[in-house]
């Protein structure tokens, strides 16, 4: 189960750097996933006999890796015109 959490949290880093080169705001993601969580309506004890953390746990770790800055900074290249040429 641990291998399956963490394949998400690296699809939730690869989803992050792309959302940030196709130009949207990747500071947005944190809550999106919180406010999914909240949705849920699901005891966050629940989150450790499924196979996705928590929406509440995956903006957390976004927000406190180093994914959040590298994101910025590919946010930040495509906003100013130079690109993220060869992120692909």
């Known amino acids: 189960m ?6 998400e949290m690296e699809a939730d880093h690869i989803g ?3 959302m940030a080169a196709a130009g949207y ?5 944190p809550a999106f996933y919180e406010k999914m ?6 005891p966050e004890y629940l989150q450790y006999v499924s196979t996705h953390p928590s929406g ?5 770790i976004l927000r406190q890796t180093g994914t959040m800055q590298e994101a910025l900074n590919i946010y930040r290249e495509k906003m100013s015109g130079l690109g993220t040429e060869g992120f692909f």
């Open 25 to 29: 705001d990747p500071q947005l993601a």
């Open 56 to 60: 509440k746990a995956r903006g957390e």
């Open 16 to 18: 992050l750097l792309l």
């Open 2 to 7: 641990q291998a399956i959490c963490r394949m």
């Open 37 to 42: 969580g909240k949705l849920e309506k699901q």
